[in-house]
T-cell receptor, first 112, second 113 residues
Framework: DAGVTQSPTHLIKTRGQQVTLRCSPK?????VSWYQQALGQGPQFIFQ???????QRGNFPDRFSGHQFPNYSSELNVNALLLGDSALYLC???????????FGSGTRLTVV | KQEVTQIPAALSVPEGENLVLNCSFT??????LQWFRQDPGKGLTSLLL?????REQTSGRLNASLDKSSGRSTLYIAASQPGDSATYLC????????????FGTGTQLKVEL
């Protein structure tokens, strides 16, 4: 049973560019959440998608946007990249009732 | 606002020692509490999930307890091994707050030979 799959694993972008990260949830999970983890910190919640809609959002600017597709997979888009956006981006899936989360291996984004 | 604190921030122990990692949270209205392991630069691996109605969960050498009323959880690792070296994170979703997870900053564990 495949867990959560994220792509790409690593990415280097230039300041001001745009980036798209992708996530396929664990089989049977319909809710996808995205987290940003800076070095030495715990993950910070970005937003959550359920039924193709953004259900919750953390304290992140509108430069961060997302999408969920009918097959429950999801994308995270970040526009106008800043150096401070460099981080590990984690995708997590769960059933809508929180019986526990499964995380992917993450995408390491470096903005130069 | 839920705040999660983990103590200690870092821990170094000799192989074979039993150890306890602590997690505290400020709002006891939680569905469950989850402990994760993170290796450097990697994603999170779920270790144990304790539902709010449970007091503890065990998996192999790991045992996690939950005391909702006092806002505390502990992760007990028995007979530690060098392969246990990693960062351990606890996380809670808020009841009625959707299932957004709030994380602690983690305990960085090093088990030495």
């Amino acid at each position: 049973d495949a867990g959560v799959t994220q792509s790409p694993t690593h990415l280097i972008k230039t300041r001001g560019q745009q980036v798209t990260l992708r996530c396929s949830p664990k089989s049977g999970h319909d809710t996808v959440s995205w987290y940003q983890q800076a070095l030495g910190q715990g993950p910070q919640f970005i937003f959550q998608y359920y039924e193709e809609e953004e259900r919750q959002r953390g304290n992140f600017p509108d430069r961060f946007s997302g999408h969920q597709f009918p097959n429950y997979s999801s994308e995270l888009n970040v526009n106008a990249l800043l150096l401070g956006d460099s981080a590990l981006y984690l995708c997590a899936s769960s059933p809508i009732i929180p019986y526990g989360y499964t995380f992917g291996s993450g995408t390491r984004l470096t903005v130069v | 606002k839920q705040e999660v604190t983990q103590i200690p921030a870092a821990l170094s122990v000799p192989e074979g020692e039993n150890l306890v990692l602590n997690c505290s949270f400020t709002d006891s209205a939680i569905y469950n509490l989850q402990w994760f392991r993170q290796d450097p630069g990697k994603g999170l691996t779920s270790l144990l999930l304790i539902q709010s109605s449970q007091r503890e969960q065990t998996s192999g050498r790991l045992n996690a307890s939950l005391d909702k009323s006092s806002g505390r959880s502990t992760l007990y690792i028995a007979a530690s091994q060098p392969g246990d070296s990693a960062t351990y994170l606890c996380a809670v979703p808020l009841t009625g707050g959707g299932n957004k997870l709030t994380f602690g900053t983690g305990t960085q564990l090093k088990v030495e030979l």
